[in-house]
């Protein structure tokens, strides 16, 4: 099937542009100075939508939306818009630093032979004295395909670890493991332009408005198309506001929640039978456990009125094709995996998968979120979603890279797991590329000790990191725009980021530092690779057979296509664009149904912590905010951190809008402005996490993980809020008052279809 184009006009002028020799058309008179337009992808979130970087006497001097990309028809968020802002940024780094007279020495200026020379020799001693999984490498899904292909290779040959994990593992591990278990193919199972063709868009746990932005434009389609919209959240989010059926669930209720509906969906006799009895196994026991979750019980556990439970099952239910949209939201959780289960029940239970406009998919969240989970930086994982205990899958690679199946390491430590074993000093090293952890892991305090007592920390990042500043060397890697390679979209599309620019002074692209390295480390042999593209030929062939199978995807055919959907085995094959349209990805083709019981969240509100915390993102700045937070308007339109607060609850607290707030946990604390609003549970706060230092909300969050997977509960744990007797040390200077105006409008505008601000109970 092809990929629909949606119903959006083209762009004439850029149609008329040849991206291949990069010279405008004659007729753009106005931008005489541009050298070049290098058709990319934007740098941030897994939308990926298509931009031209424009370049002038080689520097990245600008952006253009790309209306040829089938994705974004032109269009850019404020983050694409602004993401060139940080190529040629006064902040990058320009040559590697290095602490040379141990944890209390400045980082000072060295070259890159002192600082790959230092790295292997400790490497060595290290391994020699403790063993070789005393180091750990740490990546991260803002990297090409390439690159996280390469850290995998370069943790099991080169450094010899068992230890390789990303930040992947805060991010959709809880998805892989719902999918893994539902579906057996880890992937958003449907392109996003079969919004159009849906009756019904059910999104639980994704704030699809501001982390999603340009998605946008095709539930608005849908919606003109007469399509419903049901959404579950905790706060009233952009979309929830125009939504047929609005659900402010209580945070860490979704598998209730979603139990509830089938409940009604199984007796009103809205089942597909047929698709049931043929393509799925073990129904009954999940329609008996759902048997036990009648409206009125659920609503008392999620905190809703049982008639809206009602309402929105069958709003679902009816539907001839329906979407369900999940993010962190609803996978942010001890239960994240269980959750994503009873999403898929629900999906499988109706029949909506395989045709256009029915499907289940997570909403994938970093750049190459989707390509980064498939490479074999994972712990249990190597390249093409193979398992690194499955003895063919080991024989397969082995024979790839050319090594003996005995040399290569077992499974690992996930992420999460890695600082307690860096706590009890099991892992005395760390290479870190391309992740914030001082920003993004919960429990900062206990991360801080863990990353400070290393005997070597090696942090790659184009930004000096609250993270690399805990570092002993730092090496000054490269952005996006630097350097060509690919990157698989939250849809599962192979496109290609092209390069327009070198890196700054003595930065390198960041293959060639850990290509370096490997040869340093005496396994140069194995890292021969003179091209992004060299290495993509080499994934190409460890992918071959595999769930992801990238075998068939050349750069020419990305180019050709608009980018290339997996799997795709071969050359003549044009890729994937739909999933599950005759199979499902287990050996007998059927999906797999799971009875999920409710179990509450790790952390529940007591006398002491009366209050729900939950975290997550604003539109304006990206993950852990080293890159978003240095571009001047993002930084303005979100400063700092706030506390959203519901008017009832703030009344009770004698808090006003703008007053300091300290909120805190059983981990920690932090203060910070009131946003007082009407868009969220009366029992919940929520703090953006973009921040370092005393601004990261994760200084409170609970560290309890995901049983199988090992993801943080960054969305749930228990919190008391009172107002702050002073202000702290950043916001000494800070006139509150100009946020309060900025943020107030988007919590206050009015529902669509008159309905009135949703009653909690
Ligand atoms: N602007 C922006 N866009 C981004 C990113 C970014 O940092 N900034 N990051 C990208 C990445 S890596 C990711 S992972 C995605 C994340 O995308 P999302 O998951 O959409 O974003 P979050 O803000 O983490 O959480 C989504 C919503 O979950 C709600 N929520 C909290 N607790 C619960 C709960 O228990 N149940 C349910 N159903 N909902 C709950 C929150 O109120 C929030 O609105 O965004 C991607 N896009
Ligand atoms: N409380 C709370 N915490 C959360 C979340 C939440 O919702 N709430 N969300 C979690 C989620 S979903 C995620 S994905 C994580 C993200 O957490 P992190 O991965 O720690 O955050 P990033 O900002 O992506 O960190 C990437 C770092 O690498 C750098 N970088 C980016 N691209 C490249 C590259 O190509 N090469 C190199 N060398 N460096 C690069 C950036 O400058 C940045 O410093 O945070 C998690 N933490
Ligand atoms: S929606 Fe995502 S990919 Fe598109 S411009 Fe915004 S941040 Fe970039
Ligand atoms: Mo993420």
């Not at 849906?198 to 704030?207: E, H, L, S, T």
């Amino acid at each position: 099937m092809s990929v629909d184009k949606g119903i959006f006009r083209r762009n004439k002028q850029a149609e008329t542009f040849d991206f291949h020799s990069g010279q405008r058309p004659a007729h753009w008179k106005s931008e005489e100075q541009i050298d070049r337009y290098v058709p990319t992808h934007c740098c941030y979130c897994g939308v990926q939508c298509g931009m031209y970087l424009k370049v002038a006497n080689g520097k990245v001097v600008g952006v253009e939306p790309r209306a040829d990309f089938p994705l974004n028809h032109g269009m850019l968020c404020p983050k694409g818009s602004t993401a060139y802002q940080t190529v040629n940024h006064p902040d990058r780094l320009t040559y590697p630093l290095m602490r040379r007279n141990g944890k209390d020495s400045p980082l000072e200026r060295a070259s890159w032979d002192e600082v790959l020379d230092t790295i292997a020799r400790r490497f060595r001693e290290l391994q020699a004295q403790y063993g070789n999984d005393t180091v750990s490498i740490y990546s991260g899904s803002s990297m090409t395909n390439e690159k996280c292909y390469l850290m995998g290779k370069f943790a099991r040959v080169a450094v010899g670890t068992r230890h390789t994990d990303y930040n992947g593992r805060l991010c959709m591990s809880s998805a892989t493991g719902a999918n893994e278990r539902s579906l057996g193919i880890d992937r958003a199972a449907n392109p996003i332009s079969d919004m159009l063709h849906a009756d019904c868009i059910f999104v639980i746990g994704a704030n699809v408005g501001e982390c999603f932005p340009i998605t946008t434009s095709y539930l608005w389609q849908a919606r003109d198309r007469g399509c419903k919209l049901i959404v579950a959240d905790p706060r009233q989010t952009p979309i929830a506001r125009t939504a047929d059926v609005y659900l402010p669930l209580r945070s860490g209720t979704d598998s209730a929640l979603l139990n509830g509906m089938l409940h009604v969906i199984v007796k009103e006799g809205l089942i597909d039978e047929d698709f049931i009895r043929e393509r799925t196994n073990g129904w009954e026991e999940t329609m008996a456990l759902v048997e036990q979750y009648p409206p009125e019980r659920v609503a008392k556990v999620c905190g809703l009125r049982p008639e809206a439970i009602v309402e929105a099952a069958h709003m679902y239910g009816r539907a001839n094709a329906a979407l369900i949209y999940t993010a962190r939201g609803l996978e942010h959780q001890s239960k994240g995996v269980d959750n994503g289960v009873t999403a898929a029940n629900l999906a499988l239970a109706t029949g909506n998968f395989g045709r256009p406009g029915a499907g289940y998919g997570t909403l994938t969240g970093q750049g190459n979120g989707q390509g980064g989970r498939e490479m074999g930086q994972k712990a249990s994982q190597l390249p093409g979603e193979r398992d690194v205990e499955d003895p063919e899958d080991r024989a397969y690679i082995c024979s790839v890279w050319g090594i003996d199946e005995k040399d290569l390491p077992h499974s690992g430590y996930p992420a999460t797991l890695m600082i307690p074993a860096m706590l009890r000093q099991e892992i005395r090293a760390c290479f870190m590329i391309c992740s914030n952890p001082m920003v993004s892991l919960p429990d900062q305090h206990t991360v801080e000790r863990a990353l400070r007592g290393l005997d070597l920390f090696v942090v790659t990042d184009f930004f000096l990191s609250e993270t690399a500043e805990l570092a002993d060397i730092v090496l000054p890697g490269s952005v996006w725009a630097e350097d060509e390679g690919t990157v698989t979209s939250l849809e599962g599309r192979v496109i290609k980021y092209n390069k327009a620019v070198e890196p700054p002074g003595e930065a390198r692209v960041d293959w060639e530092i850990v290509c370096d390295l490997a040869r340093r480390l005496g396994k140069g042999q194995y890292f021969d690779f003179h091209s992004a593209r060299d290495i993509f030929n080499e994934l190409r062939k460890c992918t071959k057979g595999a769930k992801s199978d990238y075998w068939g995807i050349t750069y020419e055919k990305i180019a050709e296509q608009n980018g290339v959907f997996w799997p795709c085995p071969s050359e003549d094959h044009p890729g994937t664009p739909r999933l599950y349209e005759k199979r499902f990805g287990f050996p007998d083709g059927k999906a797999r149904f799971h009875p999920i019981p409710y179990i509450p969240p790790a952390e529940e509100p007591n006398a002491e912590y009366p209050l729900v915390l939950t975290t997550g993102r604003v539109i304006y700045h990206y993950l852990s905010g080293n890159q978003t937070r240095r571009t001047p308007f993002l930084k303005e339109m979100a400063p700092y951190p706030w506390v959203e607060i519901h008017e009832l609850t703030a009344a009770r607290l004698e808090i006003n809008d703008g007053d300091w707030v300290t909120v805190s946990t059983r981990r920690g604390e932090m203060t910070a402005p009131a946003l007082v609003v009407r868009s969220i549970r009366p029992d919940t706060l929520f703090i953006p996490y973009h921040y370092g230092h005393t601004q990261a909300v994760n200084q409170l969050t609970n560290p309890v993980l995901e049983p199988m997977l090992k993801i943080p509960e960054y969305k749930v744990c228990a919190a008391k809020a009172v107002r702050a007797s002073q202000r702290p040390d950043w916001a000494k200077d800070i006139d509150v008052h100009e946020l309060i105006e900025a943020r107030k409008h988007r919590h206050e505008l009015p529902m669509a279809q008159n309905k009135p601000v949703p009653t909690f109970r």
